[in-house]
Structure formats: structure tokens, C-alpha cells
């Protein structure tokens, strides 16, 4: 499912205009990247957090120069879902092989 998807199902549902909703969705998105950006996490209850994860640094490998080069600490975003989401999940999906 893409953005534009989304815009539509939910267009759809709530009878509004599409590019209402579009700003809307798009302005959510804005707002959770600013706050990850300045540090603050996202939770959304029922849904899932938005976090910040460190990651410590290392070492890695330049495999077409054979050298070893230092991967600095850095902070990553990440999304944890929620219990319920992923219990919801895991009962109402099939496992695709």
C-alpha cells in the first residue's frame, strides 16, 4: 500500500476531499520526522511507537580497497509496534512462504 492509497481509503471513508486528507497525512509524517529529528519519540497508543535507536560504532570492512574503516556511533529511527497491532497481525494474516 503507498501514501496515495492510504489518501484514497481514507477520502473514501470520511467523504472528504483528497487533497485535504493528502495534507493531512503529509503533515503527520512532517510532524513525526521533527520530533524524531529533535529527539523526542512518537508513541501513538494502540499503534506503535516511533523511536530513536543508537546504533555503537564499528568496525567495517571497504571490500574493493581490502581496508578496514571506522563506522562511527550513530542514531537511527526505527517503529516498535504495539501489542495490539501486532497480536491483530499475527490473527488475521496467513504466513506467505
Do not use: C, W
Not at 3 to 17: F, M, P, T, W
Amino acid at each position: 500500500m503507498t501514501k496515495a492509497d492510504i489518501v484514497a481509503k481514507i477520502s473514501e471513508k470520511l467523504g472528504l476531499e483528497k487533497s485535504d486528507v493528502q495534507a493531512t497525512v503529509e503533515s503527520f509524517m512532517e510532524e513525526v520526522k521533527n520530533s524524531l529529528e529533535t529527539g523526542d519519540n512518537v508513541y501513538l497508543r494502540g499503534f506503535g511507537s516511533f523511536i530513536i535507536k543508537t546504533r555503537a560504532e564499528k568496525t567495517g570492512r571497504n571490500i574493493s580497497k581490502n581496508t578496514t574503516i571506522k563506522i562511527p556511533a550513530h542514531n537511527i529511527p526505527a517503529f516498535k509496534p504495539a501489542k495490539v497491532f501486532v497480536e491483530g497481525v499475527k490473527t488475521k494474516t496467513e504466513v506467505t512462504v
